[in-house]
């Protein structure tokens, strides 16, 4: 749930809340009001009554008014409960219907008789004012809900537009890429410091990477004359016939490790290449043939191993870098020898996509690891782990779209799609 859309519901329910409360105390205290208004009215109709009886000594005629009613009724003696108010139900025979009334009665004595007054008035229009009044009010809080509603969502939605602009400049961020980041323009204070704070981290960061990788790179070119001599006096050693056969078994594993080196600084060095987008130029390349000299590079060694191939070419022309576009298919095919097993097979698909398939581990590769740099299927000495990350930041760089696709019982497939 979006954050505005919480903080939309949470208002409108808590008003709703606090309208509905406020609306009920009023009406409580309107009724309340309008009531000793009436009561007030009773004792002003009873003093008259008393006051009409001192003066004349018999009653006063009673004078039909508008929802008040008098009658009096002889009694023996005085009632204990005098200038009792109280509210009863009553049966208006005009109208034929039950109305409220408020009530007081009280005796007089009028030429030594005791008589016992009763004095009434209607709360139907009290009641009728009441609900006229709660009406009005009920339309107001609802017209009131119902504008804060809009007011709410919409100038929220433009209040936060910032931070989803924001939010969108973050996902489009690519440590990769050296331009500055820019954030659209708010006069929001809270927006503007997070903006200000993004915007120093992330050109920190940037900073940091940039050296790392420049390290990495200028590392990697370095180390590529001593790893060239290393392996040119290696391969002067091991061609003495005076060396012992452990001499020349330590030899050999030097030279192996040398070799492994040499793979893993030239990966290393290809992969700040394609970071620094160096192999910027783009061709018009005929991958059937590209795909077809590679296969041929690769049959010796798949019938040394026992591998089984079946290929089906189709004509394609992409454009792409003809160096990484040799790379990727280097990889791919190496990637398949590499982790096959003695007598399994290999399938080569070429139409509109590039599917290269291969038997392996009986299980899926994690995709999460798959293509994380110096990750390994196994702990093997032979693999620096740094093949299929070759083969991502090939595809991102050229915008093509490279998948893993697993099938039982131990089939792994590769597809590219150009």
């Not at 940039?210 to 590392?219: G, H, I, M, S, V």
Request: proline share 1%; glycine share 2%; with cysteine.
């Amino acid at each position: 749930m979006k954050l505005f859309t919480k903080y939309n519901r949470i208002n409108v329910v808590s008003t709703v809340i606090i309208f509905l409360l406020g609306c009920g105390a009023f009406s409580i205290l309107l009724r309340y009001v309008i009531i000793s208004q009436v009561d007030e009215d009773l004792k002003i109709e009873k003093n008259e009554v008393v006051t009409y009886v001192h003066q004349f000594n018999h009653l006063p005629t009673v004078i039909e008014v508008r929802d008040q009613y008098t009658t009096y009724k002889p009694v023996e003696k005085p009632t204990s409960q005098n200038n009792k108010i109280f509210t009863n139900k009553v049966y208006d025979k005009a109208e034929h219907e039950t109305e409220l009334r408020r009530t007081i009665e009280f005796t007089v004595d009028v030429n030594n008789i005791w008589y016992l007054v009763s004095v009434s008035k209607s709360l139907e229009g009290a009641d009728e004012l009441i609900q006229t009044i709660i009406a009005i009010t009920l339309t107001i809080i609802s017209l009131i809900l119902i504008v804060t509603f809009f007011i709410n969502r919409f100038v929220l939605r433009r209040l936060w537009k910032p931070f989803y602009s924001t939010l969108q400049t973050m996902q489009q961020f690519s440590l990769n890429k050296t331009e500055k980041i820019n954030f659209s323009n708010t006069d929001i204070d809270e927006f503007i410091y997070l903006n200000t704070t993004l915007n120093n981290a992330l050109s920190k960061a940037q900073q940091d990477y940039q050296t790392l990788k420049e390290f990495t790179e200028n590392a990697s070119h370095e180390l590529q004359t001593p790893l060239a001599v290393i392996q040119s006096k290696l391969d002067i050693l091991i061609q003495n016939e005076k060396l012992s056969e452990n001499e020349s078994n330590a030899i050999q594993s030097a030279y192996n490790a040398v070799q492994g080196l040499s793979k893993l600084n030239h990966s290393l060095l290809l992969l700040a290449k394609i970071e620094n987008k160096q192999f910027s130029e783009q061709t018009s390349i005929n991958l059937k043939e590209l795909l077809q000299t590679k296969i041929n590079q690769f049959n010796e060694l798949w019938k040394n191993r026992d591998i089984v191939t079946a290929i089906n070419l189709s004509d394609k022309e992409i454009t792409g870098n003809a160096y990484l576009i040799e790379i990727l298919l280097n990889n791919l095919l190496s990637n398949a020898t590499k982790h096959n097993i003695k007598n399994g097979t290999i399938n080569i698909l070429l139409n509109n996509t590039l599917q290269i398939t291969n038997t392996g581990i009986n299980y899926a590769i994690d995709e999460k690891q798959l293509y994380k740099r110096f990750s390994k299927q196994h702990n093997s000495s032979e693999n620096h782990g740094l093949g299929l990350s070759v083969i991502q930041q090939i595809c991102q760089v050229s915008g093509y779209n490279c998948t893993y696709n697993f099938q039982l019982p131990n089939l792994h497939t590769f597809s590219i799609a150009w």
